[in-house]
């Protein structure tokens, strides 16, 4: 009996065995014939995968020049070192080695080539630029060094370093940049212009196929795969006037502030200047952590750009958009008069006027030209900061301009609803809108806005600031121009005169603040502005525009610590004024110019 169970046993083990060996050899028929029938397009493209390896090739950026042609960014050749990190991975002693022969950290070596991540075939840069030496010392070893490469690029080259904020700079692109999620490779831009148009200057990286071995290694091209050439970047012209940026970036030498002139016509940004500055090429490749903490702990902030993220009290310069929002009021005419002693008691405190000896009786002519900071004290504290500030906003100030770049700080007007949050509903007082009346206090504007502002005095319309006049394609011509934007200031024609009459008061009569800066040859009109800064000595500013009669400029200057507009700010407008009206109507000079005087012969001079 026990043994017939046991045969039975046995017999069941036997056909359970070789059932499951059949359906085992079923499955494997089943997926062989997948594999080789079924499937086999799909195995054949992942294999030719394998095979080939696709390598993006870096487009050629477009340059940038400015108006009159003249080149600003270019590309140059430069060899690069690569690093292949499918290779690298493999031979971790070649990072020792050119640790040791870059002098750089194995650490930021291994950094620099998992950038695209340690299993892909794309090179990884090292190191740009290489210098001569160090290329021929590498060359002599490279058979030592798995997985280096060498390969000739165009490093972008800033000939015209005067306009680095606002040529910007390129970089590396970022692991997590939208530009390395398109496919994007090497060098983008990541600031000013360069960041601004990349989707123009950049152009589109194109597509070269390798055969690699079962190592990686390659050993040729694919033949059987089409390159995909690349799209080179557009080229883009600039409406910023070289030779007037140069002569900014001269007269501001070993001073910190912004200079902008716009054509006040339609907007062309003509110069857009900031100092200090600082060297754009460092950007050009994968930059030292030492020189980047060196750059941002620079206490005269190269990086910020002054001329669009400055925020300054605009001081007298704000007087005119006071006093315009006083006449449509009706609080000033022709006939309102004021006398100034000197200041002017309000609750219990005495505001000053700069001058302490007083101005005497004065009417809105003599307040704009000789700047008495009495009259506007109590014509601002009349009409209130509501209206204060919406003349000022109507006018381009305290908002962005709306220029075209990456970044731009848009200043302040402080209305009531902006007081009453910052001090309090009975936390401030009628000496805040004194304060306010004379551009002091709370009141904050950038040099671009100024510029836009003293436009508007001279045209009626608020433009839109164009830095850029044109891209073209170097390959078709194709040439696509930047529309120019402006729109009505909404001021009376009548008030936008008066304004202006004052301003021309300022420098060509002789009580005029900047009368120093007065012309032989054409009229300027101009304000200068002295704001109190709590950190040190008071910053200059000067505004103008000309012709009078047919502006084709507008200036503003802001000198930080310059203590005065008349001596420090008007001077560097006046020359920027003179070179570019002389260089559009080029022709013999009178020998004797009262023009401008050197800037030494006017320090005496101490005006607000």
């Given amino acids: 009996m026990i043994r017939t169970e046991n045969k039975w046993w046995y017999e069941y083990r036997r056909i359970v065995f070789t059932a499951f060996c059949l359906l085992f050899l079923l499955v494997i028929e089943f997926r062989l ?9 799909g195995f054949l493209k992942k294999a030719e995968a394998n095979r080939i390896r696709a390598i993006a090739i870096e487009p050629t950026r477009g340059k940038i020049f400015d108006r009159n042609g003249l080149l600003l960014v ?18 971790l002693g070649t990072v020792n080695q050119l640790a040791r022969i870059l002098e750089m950290d194995t650490l930021e070596i291994k950094k620099r080539v998992s950038r695209y991540g340690w299993n892909t075939f794309q090179p990884a840069v090292i190191q740009r630029d290489v210098k001569f030496n160090t290329l021929a010392h590498l060359e002599t070893i490279k058979i030592g060094l798995p997985g280096i490469a060498f390969g000739l690029e165009s490093k972008r080259s800033y000939p015209f370093p005067e306009a680095v904020h606002v040529l910007g700079y390129v970089g590396e692109i970022d692991r997590s940049s939208s530009a390395k999620r398109n496919g994007r490779i090497g060098l983008v831009g990541k600031h000013g212009l360069e960041l601004v148009y990349e989707k123009w200057i950049g152009g589109e990286p194109g597509i070269e196929y390798f055969q690699v071995d079962v190592s990686g290694k390659t050993v040729g091209r694919a033949e059987e795969s089409e390159t995909i050439l690349p799209t080179n970047g557009w080229d883009i012209q600039l409406n910023i006037d070289s030779h007037l940026q140069r002569l900014a970036f001269e007269l501001m030498e070993g001073k910190a502030g912004g200079v902008v002139a716009i054509d006040p016509r339609n907007g062309a940004v003509l110069t857009m200047l900031s100092v200090p500055a600082y060297d754009p090429s460092i950007f050009a490749g994968v930059m030292p952590q030492k020189v980047w903490d060196e750059l941002i702990n620079d206490p005269g902030h190269p990086l910020l750009n002054r001329a669009l993220q400055g925020r300054y009290p605009p001081g007298s310069t704000f007087k005119m958009a006071v006093l315009g929002a006083a006449i449509e009021d009706g ?15 309000i609750g219990n405190r005495f505001f000053k006027c700069w001058n302490a000896s007083g101005h005497g009786s004065v009417g809105w002519k003599e307040a704009i030209q000789q700047s008495c900071d009495v009259f506007l004290y109590v014509n601002g504290m009349q009409i209130g ?17 709306g220029v075209d770049f990456n970044v731009e700080f848009g200043g302040l007007m402080p209305n009531e609803e902006y007081m009453n949050e910052r ?12 304060n306010i009346s004379i551009g002091q206090g709370e009141v904050l504007v950038t040099p671009m806005q100024l510029a836009v502002h003293t436009a508007a005095i001279a045209t009626g319309n608020v433009v839109t600031p164009r830095i850029t006049n044109s891209m073209t394609n170097p390959e078709t011509g194709e040439i696509i121009h930047t529309p120019f934007e402006s729109k009505p200031t909404g001021v009376p024609n009548r008030i936008l005169k008066k304004m202006r009459e004052g301003m021309r008061m300022v420098v060509n009569e002789p009580r005029g603040t900047a009368y120093h800066q007065k012309s032989d040859e054409f009229i300027m009109a101009g304000k200068t502005g002295t704001a109190q800064n709590p950190h040190g000595e008071d910053h200059a500013l000067f505004v103008a525009f000309a012709p009078f009669d047919d502006p084709l400029i507008a200036v503003a200057v802001v000198v930080e610590h310059g203590e005065h507009g008349s001596s420090t ?14 260089d559009l109507f080029p022709g013999p000079r009178p020998e004797k110019r009262r023009f401008i005087p050197k800037i030494e012969e006017v320090d005496s001079l101490v005006i607000g």
């Fill in 423 to 434: 001090f309090g509903v009975n936390g401030w007082t009628r000496g805040h809108v004194a």
């Fill in 569 to 582: 700010a008007a001077p560097i407008a006046a020359k920027i004024i003179e070179r570019y009206i002389y």
């Fill in 331 to 345: 609080i000033v005419d022709n006939s309102t008069r004021i006398t100034c002693n000197g200041g002017l008691q």
């Fill in 74 to 91: 270019e590309n140059r050749p430069a060899y690069s070192l690569y690093a292949h990190p499918w290779t690298i991975k493999r031979n």
């Fill in 33 to 41: 014939f997948s594999i080789q029938l079924i499937n086999r397009p």
């Fill in 385 to 401: 900061v509501d209206k204060i500030t919406d003349y000022g906003f109507r006018m381009g100030l305290g908002t962005n301009t």
